[in-house]
């Protein structure tokens, strides 16, 4: 049974009693109006509002104007709320916007390990210098010093975790000068290896590799973001879709109301024609209808501006339609205690805290180390060449004959040492704030929860109580029916009846998606809505890939 038959179901299965209470030749063109009514709400009548007339017209302007609005529309996409959250994931601009951002994040860890990438250094000089010769016999013009050479350096340095420099040069100098010295030209080379190593201010891993370590702290804090960014995508597809479908069954309704104000119409013209009834009762009865008809497009209205908004977060143009799953009342075991552990586990909010308070750790440890003196051991080892080639100038680097070593400290401090004193006091304080956010963040949860599980509690006593008094204003409904058979009551009677049972079908409805709602909201404030949905972190952190970071297990 469709959904809109459902909704007639209770309404109209009192017209065939109507129609047999009516008094024996009362009433007859009213009695096979009433007939009409019940075979109409057979299964084979279709949803339409209303049945064709004989000439193939809707007696609904307002059926009519719907059907000529769905024959030109676009081929509609039906969606449920797992095929909506899966689009949703896979689709929306902000989350994946947030996954670049995180991917961004990826390629700055990455860049910061090149602290440890060997640094190669190659230089090439050829050049000339003349100068005059300060003698005791110095004229202007006079003796000159002359000199033609040419450069080829070349080095690597490594970067300790320790903190130190290791470097490897070579050094090469041919040089020609005037007048000649010994050996013209002159071929001079150094091969040495040097280590700077900080013993106090700059020593150790922490200080080292302190980029590499906040752009971890970054990036992690990079995956609460997108991870909050689809807790808030997936709150709001939710809370969309359940719209979509409160609006679904408020149109259904609403179409539903129509028909029965128009069939009272047509029953007050039969009965007119018929002379058991006054003229003003048609009036009345199209002035049901016509309110009934606003009531039917502003229903409509909302009912495509909830599939809009759907849409938009889906991110599709393509027309969309919900499923047939009904508006029901999902059973959720609620827990405070349990959704706190929880929710200080799974809520990004929290976890961004925690990432931002151990990001300011190693601030402080790195300030720390900063307050110390610069106590720096330095070592070299070189063999130096000569010769008046280069293979002389090359066996002298290749034997042990030239031997060249130093080892030594260096110390340098700034005296008050303010800069370093102060961003350790400015760490500590900066610390204290995180901390009583994150306190403050926690029992702001704590609340949140005790709140959501209040709402859920009311929210499924209004589901109850909105379901008596739908249950009431059908019975109401069905009694004024009767009466009015009998002609104890009017057409104003009934028709207030008829909207009686809309308000209470409307808060049904709107209970029930309440109650949807704030199941969605208990479980994003205790950190449970991805979980709950099947939402995973793949964890394939490639910049360089375009793969979904999230996915929905068995979608």
Known sequence: MNLKLSLLL????????????????????????????TREQTPDSGDSPSAPNA???????????????????????????????????EHNLGLKAQTYDLLAG??????????????????????????????????????KNSQ???QLDAGVNQQLFTGGQLGLDF????????????????????????????????????????????????????????RNQAFTLL???????????????????????????????KENRARVDAGVMAPIDILEAEVGVKQREGDLLDAQRQHQDALDNLALLLNTRQPLQAGDEPLEVTPLVTDAEAGLATAL???????????????????????????????????????????????????????????????????????????????VLRNRVRAKGLEARLNQLQEEVRTQIRAAIRLL?????????????????EEKLRTLLKRKEVGLATTRDVLQGEEDLALARTTEISSLAGYNDAVTAYLRVTGQLLDREGVYFTGDLDPESDDRLLRLANP
Do not use: C
């Not at 990826?106 to 005059?132: C, M, N, Q, T």
């Not at 509690?457 to 204003?473: P, Q, W, Y």
């Open 55 to 89: 000439g193939g017209e809707s007696d609904d302007p307002i059926a009519a104007v719907l059907t000529s609005a769905n024959t030109d529309a676009a081929p509609t996409l039906q969606v449920d709320l797992r095929l909506a959250e899966r689009i949703a994931l």
């Open 106 to 143: 990826v390629a700055a860890e990455r860049k910061s390990h090149g602290i440890y990438d060997p640094l190669f250094s190659l230089s090439l000089a050829r050049g000339s210098a003349k100068e005059e010769v300060n003698s005791a016999f110095f004229v202007v013009g006079g003796v």
């Open 235 to 265: 709150s709001d597809v939710r809370d969309a879709y359940f719209e979509v479908l409160r609006s679904r069954d408020e149109l259904a309704y609403r179409k539903t109301s129509l028909e029965l104000a128009q069939r009272v119409l």
């Open 345 to 423: 586990v799974g809520r990004p909010d929290i976890q961004q805290q925690l990432r931002d308070i151990e990001r300011l750790q190693i601030e402080q440890a790195v300030a720390r180390n900063q307050r110390l003196p610069a106590l720096d051991f330095l070592a070299s080892y070189s063999h130096k060449g000569l010769g008046k080639d280069y293979r002389d100038d090359w066996d002298d680097i290749s034997s042990d004959r030239y031997p060249n070593w130093q080892v030594g400290v260096a110390l340098s401090y700034p005296l008050g040492n303010r800069a370093a004193r102060n961003e």
């Open 457 to 473: 509690d009311v929210n499924r006593k209004k589901v109850e109580i909105s379901s008596r008094g739908r249950d009431l204003a």
């Open 148 to 150: 033609d050479y040419r």
């Open 10 to 37: 209770p309404v109209f299965l009192v017209f065939p009693g109507l129609a047999m209470a009516l008094p024996a030749g009362a009433a007859p063109v009213a009695s096979s109006t009433l007939a009409k009514v």
């Open 171 to 226: 050094t090469n100098e041919r040089t020609s000068s005037e007048p000649p010295p010994g050996i013209n030209p002159a071929y001079a080379s150094e091969f040495k290896l040097s280590l700077t190593q900080p013993l106090l201010k700059n020593f150790g891993r922490t200080v080292t590799e302190q980029a590499i370590l906040f752009a971890i702290k970054d990036r992690q804090r990079s995956v609460q973001d997108m």
